[in-house]
């Protein structure tokens, strides 16, 4: 909603874009898909915060594709990114729980930031990731492209 996860996708996605003979979709959950699950051979699954769990669209994206890419994908590579204001792990664990399920193998620990918005007036304020946060994002979106070019993933 304001702008912090989605520039940690796109650290992500930089990191990862550079590594030769890897290629990179950045989705936002509503456009994505079914499709797009069983196509692709890891993920990088990003989401905000919100009222103590992963947004409402991230929530639409695995109901619509969970069954369909059940049992499909198994063993394939994940990592989640959480943009949080003040805490960020319920919806890490979320992703975990549907990431389990779907037989997933994590590449790291989920990567929380926190904005440190606490107030109505912060929340909704557009956010400005920090850099040093950015650089962890596009390194981990590297690490995950590596491991798949190599064959570790
Ligand atoms: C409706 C709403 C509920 C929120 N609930 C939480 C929460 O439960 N835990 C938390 O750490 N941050 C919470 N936040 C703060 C957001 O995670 C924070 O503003 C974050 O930067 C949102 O990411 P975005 O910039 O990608 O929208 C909430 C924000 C909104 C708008």
Redesign the pocket.
């Known amino acids: ?6 520039q940690m996708a796109r650290a992500a996605a930089a990191g990862a874009g550079g590594e030769a003979g890897v290629a990179v979709s950045l989705l936002r959950a509503a456009e994505a898909g079914a499709e797009d699950v069983l196509k692709a051979d890891g993920y990088i699954f990003a989401t ?6 992963m ?1 409402g669209m991230m929530k639409d994206f695995f109901d619509r594709t969970y069954y369909a890419a059940f049992e499909r994908i198994n063993g394939r590579a994940f990592l989640t990114l959480v ?6 792990r ?2 890490a664990q979320q992703i975990d729980r549907i990431a389990a399920g779907w037989r997933l193998k994590p590449i790291a620990d989920p990567y929380i930031v ?2 440190h ?1 606490q107030t109505p007036e ?3 304020k ?2 400005m990731i920090e850099a040093v946060f950015l650089a962890r994002c596009e390194e981990l979106g590297k690490t995950m492209a590596s491991g798949l070019a190599m064959g570790i993933f």
């Open positions: 909603m304001t702008g912090g996860t989605l905000p915060e919100n009222l103590a769990g947004s943009c949080a204001g003040s805490d960020g319920n919806a926190c904005t918005a912060q929340i909704l557009p956010k």
